[in-house]
Every structure is written in C-alpha cells, then in structure tokens.
C-alpha cells in the first residue's frame, strides 16, 4: 500500500537526483539545445590521477576524489536541507523516549514496570509456562558408534562355554557379597524414623525399588527448583509456594532440604497451617511431635492441626486427653466431636454427645449419633429436640421411621410417623421432591429397613395424589434394574392398591414371578392381594390355586372363597386328575353341567375323562349330540374307536364330522393320518385331495402329503409335492424343514442355510438344523440349534425330545414348561395314553427321535 509521503520543502534550484554519485540525470536535446550541457565535473586528466603511488593508508589520494569546486550557494542550500532533516528525525525520537529516562537509560529501568507486574502472577500462571525447549546454538556432543572387534565376540562365546564350570566361583562371591552386606547393613539407620534396625533380608530388594532418575528427570527437577524459587521470592508470606518447593526435593530423595525449606517457610508463615503439618510429616514420629505442638501454641483454632496431632500419639488415652484439649479452644468443631467420641466407650460417648449437642445443636449427625446409642424411649426424645433444632430437615422422620421399625412396630405406624413428618415439613416450607424420597427409600433397603422402605414410598405417592400419572413405570423399571427389588416391589404395590387396576396387578404378579427364587413370599403375598382387591378376576383365583398345589398346601379353602365359575372347577379337575383322582375331577365336571352353562371345553374335558375311567364308549358318545360343532369331540370320539382299534367305526365317524364340519382342519388330519397309520396310503391320498378342496392354502396338509409320500417309500412324488407346497406356501417353516430332510446329504447344509434365511426365527427350520448337525455327530452345534428352537416355542415336544438324547439333565426344565406341541411328541402321547406323566412321554419321544435320525440317512 502507498503511504502518504511529507512535505520535506521545496528541493535546491538546478537539483538532479544521484549527481553526487555521477548521474547526468534525464535531458534530452531540447532541454540543452544544440549546444553541449556542462555537468560540472572536471575532465582533467592531470587532476584526476588516481594511481596507487599517489595513495597514502591514513589521508588516502591526495586530490579528492570528486571535485566539486568552490562551496557555492548551491552547497549551502544542499547542508541546510540535510539539517532540516535531521532536526525533524531527532524530535521524532524524543517523542517515543519517556520523559523519566535517564539519558542513557539502562536494560533494568527499561524493564521495571514489567518486573513489578510479575508480582501478580500466580502459581497456576507460572506452572502452565510452557518449555522453551533447547534452542542453544552450541554443538551437541553426538554418541559415536564403534563395531565391536572380533575378539570381542569370540571372548564372550567361550565365557558362555565355560558358565558351567565357573557356577561354583560365582557361588562363593555371592557369599563373600551377602558377608560384606550384612556388617554394611548393621550401621544403616531409617532417615525418618530415626532407627537403626533395619530389615537385611529385604535390603537388597529395596535397593531394586529405589527410583533412578534419568537426565530428562534432573533437567525437570532444576526448572522447576528455578520456577518455585521465583514464585517464592515473588511471595513468600504463601506457603503454598514453600510446600511445594520443599515436596520438589522430597521426590528428588532429599529430606534433608526439603526440611531446611519448610523449616525457612515458616518464618514467613507461621500464620498457616499447611505449612505446621507439611513440616511434621516429613520430621521423625518424635520430632513431629515438637513441631505439631509449637504449631498448636501458633494456632489454637485449627482444626486440622490438632487432629495431625491427635494421630501423631499411640496411645488412646494420650489422643483422648489431647482431642479434649482442643475441645476447650474450638468446642464447635464437629470433627473433633466425632473423632473423640469414636475413641470413647460406649457410656463415655453417650455423655459426650450430649455435651456435643448442647456445644453444636444445628449439626443433624450428632443428634442421630446420639438417638443410636440411647433406648427406644430416650431415642424418641432426641429426635423431637433435633427436629426442635432443625424443623427444615427430612432425615430425622425418615430416622424415626427406622426406629419405630427397630422397635418391633408395625407398617402402619411407621407410614404414619412419615405421613405427619410430610405434613410439618411441607408448613416450614420444606419442598417435597419425590426423587430425593425414593433414594431415601433405596438407601433404607440396603439398611435392611423395608417397612420403613415401603411407609417412605407409600407416604410420598399418597402425597401427590394424581390418579393419572404414570410416571411410576419409569420409577418401577429403574429401581429393579438397580436390583433395589423392595423399592421397586413397593412402587408398584402401592400403585396397584391405589389405582386397583386389573393391568398393574397383573404386572405386579409377573414381577413377583420374575423374582420368586429369591424370596418367594412376596409371590404369594401378591396374589393373596390381588384376589382380596379383584376378587371378580377368575385369573388371579387360578394363579392362586395352582401356587397352593404347587406348594402341596390345601387349595380347597381358596375354591370356597373364590367365585364358582367354569374355568375355576375345570382347573381344579385337572389338578384332581394330574394326582389321579379321576372321580373327584369328575365331580367338578359335573357341577359346572348341573349347576353352569358349560362349553365345548367342559364337555371335552369330560369326555377325555370318561375314556380314562373306562366308561361305555356309548356313553361318552351321546355328548356329541348336544355339542355337534365341537370337532375336538369328535376327534376324540373317533380316538376311542381307534383305541378299540375300531377302524370301520372310526371312519364312520369322521365321515359323519367331515358332512357337519367339513372346513375343519383338524378332523381331516385326524382322519389322514389313521389311514397313514394303518399303511392304507390309497385311502389317505384321495382323502387329502378332498381336504385340499376345502383348504387349498394348508401348509399342514401339504406337509402330510409330502410325509405320506416319504413313509411310502416315493420320494420322487414327495420332492414334486414338495416343490408345489413351496410354490403354494414360501415362507412355511414346516415345509421347509421337510425340504431339508428330503435334501441328499451332500447339499443338505446349503439348503439349510437357505431355510434359516428366508425363515427368519422359526423354530421347525432350527430343529431340522439341529437333526443334521446330530446326524453328522457334531452334538455341541446341535445342541445350539435345539436351544434356539426352546427359546422361540418353549412348548415345542419335538425339540425337548431331541435335546434328552443329548443331555439328560434338561428333564425338570422340560416338565416345568409343559411341552404339548411337535409331530413326534403328539405320536408318543397316543401311544402312552394320556394318563401317563410328561417324564415318559418325553422318553417315548427321544426314542421315536432317535429312529426319526436315522432316517437322513
């Protein structure tokens, strides 16, 4: 950028830049005109004769080497204009000068007002200068590589040669060293105990662990010995400079000047009490001591020294006679209060506390302290005066809770104690925040106080009153994700007897579900509860019903008290039956027909346990005429007949279904696959081709063609069936499990893998998985296959009954989950009889899975 030149004066007449170096400037011809310009230097050779024998050293030629004649006005006019300028340049440097320099000021007085600024550094400031780093321009010393001689080498394989034989040699200098060792080690003394017993056997392992310090590490110790030396100087009456200049030396392994620091600190403050208890810690046990008790002498009112001083002596009676000194110049202090009395015996204690709280009455710790050591009655009492002192503070209700509970009371006093305590501290103005409760509430469960955990949550939801507030799930979730059960368990608890909601109270069951292995009680308590406030819900009656079975206990007595509907007496029947009393179960069945309007389901139940009893088939026989569209009546009537092995009978009967319900699924299939068992495969074709009429879309019927084909021995027509069904149904998990056992065992993975993809989750496709990796004898990889199957349809027979070849243990899990679903499960289950129990139907299945392997091959 151009800058604005100043006026410096009009320039000298005749003035032509650089004439004085020789320039002739810019004339053209008619500036002169036809005459010849003289420029005013001389052209005489014999004046200007500059050769070497002319020169001399000192005035150098003796002719000047411009000549530019007599000083002319020009030549004045040319020195007055130099002045000028150099006047004008001389006020421009006055005005940048300060006026109180000296005239020649020296580096320090240019420098003064920056150094009085560095006063107001800090030690923050100061340590977060960053390192310069080394940029001095001096050579640096570089390591020279030298190639070791060859002699070398080979020097060091023969001594490796000869290790062996020397080993008896360096047995005896270790001796020799342990010797010398042992005199060395009798006259080491501890530099800061001040003994001189020291431990031999560990010596040379604390030699190891002394730190070495490398020249990085000694550069640091010197900047930084420069800068605490500056802050020190800067301001000596802090002794946060002093402590830790002094701590620089002790990492450096030099007590001694780390001492002789904080000893020269506390001249210039004595004032501070850092500075007293750096200096003792450092000091030998005795020494500290002195120091500690000179620092008391300086500081009667700190706290911190007395407690250094306190922790300083051995003995207990020595600390206690010591705390109680300090008690006489600080007798508010809370810590000093507390350390005493955590040294004192139980009845010394309880007198200190009293003094304490009379000393510190707004301090809570002390009035809680105290409540803990006094009786029930005494404990009262106290904590009314603390809430006398502090009528702002929530704790001393929640103590009082705690103590009403130790006292053996029952929930219902101890809600009240915190329903009041809710009611006063709302009138001082206290703010009732429900998270803060709740935590208290946690905090008392891992107390083990849960009734005072149930009354702080029962307290603080009544409080808020809102019918329609649903943030208790949040609150409910978090704290059983925490494992704080009893929180949780009572934030729903409460909820379900406030809003006595059919919903929460089925949620609280399966959370008390979730968690019956850890304490079961709570199970039973919730349904005993859910039954008194919903006593209309049949479901909660069931569950209740089947808890007392379950824990052989007498469930007569819930029967009587529960309403008598159907699904109520059909669970008792088959509670009844399961223990194989059939005539009792049967007595319920038949009060639901006297008494009830039964369904299609009590007549089933009725009719499976007629043909258990033995009873005339002709009998159980006339219950199709009052329920005709009941196609499990009739499959079970057609079952009876098979039982007697019947057959004519029992296609009379199915034929008489299929007019009356000739769109159900499940009398074709019945019917289908009696004539598959009786090997009739030219009956069961043509029936399946009138079932697929009705049904066309059935993946159950395409399956059952498809197996027809395969038990016949023709699997060409079951792959061409196959290839139809998938066309029909692709994404069936039945068929395609099917597709997998049809497939040669070559490609049997890949179409395996196939299945798995496009049957995302389905756990047939995982069982045919599983029966090929069995089949290759790779158990732990079935065994996988089978459980993810389990976790889908954990009622899935089949499944259970593959993985009993594998491991026998899964026999309870199996039982507990009631499997009723698979082909070969329901195949066992008529085989058996329905009055046998799941452990042999399961073993019965395992072995017809057994067989079902053997076919891959």
Not at 537 to 553: A, G, P, V, Y
Request: hydrophobic residues 35%; glycine residues 4%.
């Amino acid at each position: 950028m151009l800058q604005r030149q100043k006026d410096s004066g009009n320039q000298p007449t005749n003035y032509v830049p650089g004439r004085g170096r020789g320039a002739v400037g810019f004339i053209t011809r008619s500036d002169i005109g036809p005459a010849k310009v003289d420029i005013g230097i001389e052209q005489d050779d014999d004046q200007n004769d500059y050769n070497d024998a002319k020169y001399d050293e000192w005035n150098g030629y003796s002719i000047p080497l411009f000549n530019m004649g007599d000083y002319d006005d020009e030549d004045r006019e040319a020195d007055l204009t130099y002045n000028s300028v150099d006047r004008k340049m001389e006020e421009r440097r006055q005005k940048r000068m300060p006026t109180n320099l000296p005239e020649k000021p020296s580096i320090v007085n240019q420098f003064s007002d920056l150094k009085r600024e560095l006063a107001k550094v800090g030690i923050d400031e100061w340590l977060s200068i960053p390192d310069i780093g080394d940029y001095s321009i001096k050579k640096k010393k570089q390591d020279k590589i030298t190639p070791v001689p060859d002699s070398v080498i080979m020097s060091a394989q023969l001594s490796e040669k000869n290790l062996q034989t020397k080993a008896h040699d360096l047995n005896e200098i270790g001796e020799a060293r342990g010797a010398l060792l042992s005199l060395k080690l009798d006259k080491i003394s501890d530099n800061v105990s001040g003994q001189s017993v020291v431990d031999k056997r560990g010596y040379l392992t604390s030699l190891a662990s002394l730190p070495h310090l490398s020249e990085n590490e000694i550069g640091d110790f010197k900047k930084a010995r420069l800068l605490l030396k500056s802050v020190i100087q800067t301001d000596p009456k802090n002794s946060f400079g002093w402590i830790a200049a002094a701590r620089i030396e002790e990492l450096d392994g030099k007590l001694a000047a780390a001492r002789s620091i904080l000893a020269q600190g506390l001249q210039q403050a004595e004032d501070q009490e850092d500075i007293w208890i750096e200096l003792s810690r450092l000091e030998t046990p005795e020494k500290a001591k002195l120091i500690l008790n000179k620092a008391i002498q300086t500081l009667p009112h700190s706290v911190k020294i007395w407690l250094n001083a306190v922790n300083k002596e051995q003995e207990t009676e020595a600390k206690i006679k010591l705390l109680k000194r300090a008690l006489e110049f600080i007798p508010n202090s809370v810590d000093i209060w507390k350390e005493l009395v955590s040294l004192s015996s139980e009845s010394e204690a309880l007198v200190l506390l009293y003094k304490a709280v009379e000393c510190i009455p707004k301090n809570l710790s002390l009035w809680l302290a105290l409540a803990k050591l006094e009786t029930y009655e005494n404990a009262k009492a106290i904590l009314n005066r603390a809430r006398q002192n502090l009528p702002q503070e929530p704790t001393i209700w929640i103590n009082a809770a705690k103590l009403e509970e130790s006292a053996g009371k029952n929930k219902q006093t101890i809600a009240i104690v915190l329903s009041k305590g809710i009611k006063i501290l709302k009138k001082n103005q206290v703010k009732i925040v429900k998270e803060d409760w709740l935590q208290e509430a946690e905090i008392a469960e891992k107390c083990s106080n849960v009734n005072t955990c149930y009354a702080i949550v029962k307290a603080i939801t009544l409080e808020e009153d809102k019918q329609s507030d649903n943030s208790w799930k949040q609150d409910f979730t978090q704290f059983e994700q925490r494992a704080s059960l009893h929180t949780a368990r009572a934030i729903i608890a409460v909820e379900a007897e406030r809003q006595n909601n059919f919903e929460i109270w089925k949620e609280y069951i399966e959370f008390e579900r979730r968690h019956k292995d850890e304490d079961a009680q709570y199970f039973d308590q919730a349904l005993e509860l859910a039954v008194t406030n919903l006593p209309q819900i049949e479901q909660f009656w069931i569950e209740l019903i089947l808890r007392k079975q379950e824990l052989q206990q007498n469930y007569l007595e819930v029967f009587e008290k529960s309403p008598k509907s159907e699904n109520i007496l059909l669970t008792l029947s088959k509670l009844e039956k399961q223990q194989g009393n059939y005539e009792k179960a049967y007595q319920y069945l038949q009060y639901i027909q006297d008494n009830l309007i039964p369904s299609d389901k009590t007549w089933v139940k009725m009719f499976k346990l007629m043909l258990l009893m033995n009873k005339q088939i002709e009998q159980a026989e006339k219950i199709l005429t009052q329920y005709p569209q009941s196609d499990k009546l009739w499959i079970l009537c057609g079952q009876a007949k098979i039982n007697q092995k019947d057959y004519q009978g029992a296609r009379s009967i199915f034929e008489e279904a299929i007019k009356i319900l000739n769109n159900s699924l499940n009398v074709w299939l019945t019917y289908i696959k009696m004539e598959c068992q009786q090997q009739l495969y030219t009956r069961a074709r043509p029936l399946i081709d009138r079932a697929r009429e009705k049904n066309p879309k059935s993946s159950q019927l395409w399956a059952q063609a498809i197996r027809l084909e395969i038990d016949a021995k023709n699997h060409k027509a079951a792959q061409f069936l196959l290839s139809k069904a998938l066309q029909c149904c692709q994404l069936d998990g039945e068929l395609w499990s099917l597709a997998i056992e049809l497939e040669p065992k070559t490609t049997r993975k890949k179409k395996s893998a196939d299945a798995v993809t496009l049957c995302v989750d389905n756990p047939y496709v995982y069982l045919s998985t599983a029966k090929v990796f069995l089949n290759e004898g790779k158990i732990e990889k079935a065994k996988r296959w089978l459980e993810k199957a389990l976790i889908l349809e954990p009622r899935l027979g089949d499944a259970w009954a593959y993985l009993y070849l594998i491991e026998k243990e899964i026999l309870q899990q199996c039982i507990s989950r009631r499997p009723k679903y698979g082909r070969l499960w329901k195949q066992a289950k008529e085989t058996l009889n329905q009055k046998y129990d799941i452990e042999k139907i399961l073993i019965e299945a395992s072995k017809l899975a057994q067989k079902d392997i053997a076919k891959l091959e």
